[in-house]
């Protein structure tokens, strides 16, 4: 929770500072032109919670973006130190090692490689498939995490369709309520209040689409580099072909 809110406090201050940028000084008697915060004010509750959306959206994408990297998923030296444990060829003592080197490590590589280990009494294709079953639901936890920010990107995008449609019937309903005629300043606030929860909702899953894109292409890519390195400490285990 700390971690999120400190990712969510520079947007926070990007949305405080930015509330005056568009205001300009006017001459007398000019009408006054309209501020971020006004904007806001006139997208209504649909606004407020895009503004929420996005702040949780890009927390987490930042968050994710700085921490779910290769290391994160493949330790560095790890598969040395496996494949240093099995040198002199597999002893009891030797897959020891290797299971204490990636025992207490909770990486997508180490759960995966303790899997194996954890099955070597039953032979190599026990051991391949429990690695197998082992990545698939790593690889589809990871992925899941970052398909949230698939959600949001759907979420904005509909409820800035929300946003527009309501803006809309509201000044339908004016014009209907008036058949004399609207004020079209009053259609204008409505009209505006489509059109900032359009841009808002848009915006929020353009960046969000981005950010799910190129995290999912990370786990792809690190569940295809374990899958390699997985199969190239259980060839340790592979039976011996008779010659």
């Known amino acids: 929770m700390r971690r999120f809110l400190l990712m969510a406090l520079p947007a926070l201050l990007l949305l405080s500072a930015s509330a005056g940028l568009y205001a300009e000084d006017a001459a007398p008697g000019a009408p006054k032109a309209l501020t971020l915060m006004d904007l806001i004010i006139a997208g209504g509750i649909i606004e407020l919670l895009l503004i929420i959306l996005s702040l949780i959206c890009y927390s987490l994408a930042l968050q994710w973006t700085f921490t779910l990297k290769r290391d994160f998923f493949i330790p560095p030296g790890m598969a040395d130190d496996v494949h240093n444990c099995f040198t002199e060829g597999v002893t009891d003592e030797s897959i020891e090692s290797a299971r204490n080197a990636v025992g ?16 070597r009494d039953f032979g190599y294709d026990a051991m391949k498939e429990a690695a197998e079953s082992i990545g698939i639901a790593e690889h589809n936890r990871y992925i899941t995490k970052v398909s949230w920010l698939s959600l949001f990107a759907s979420s904005a995008t509909l409820m800035g369709l929300l946003g527009t449609v309501s803006g809309i019937i509201g000044s339908f309903l004016k014009m209907a309520s008036n058949p004399g005629g609207v004020d079209p300043s009053k259609l204008a606030e409505n009209i505006g209040e489509a059109l900032v929860c359009t841009a808002s909702g848009l915006a929020i899953a353009i960046g969000a689409l981005y950010f799910f894109f190129m995290l999912r292409a990370r786990v792809n890519q690190a569940g295809i580099d374990i899958g390699v390195i997985a199969s190239e400490v259980l060839d340790y285990f592979r039976p011996q072909q008779p010659h």
Do not use: E, H, I, R
């Open 104 to 119: 207490s490590d909770g990486s997508f590589l180490g759960t995966v490689l303790a899997a194996a280990f954890d099955k």
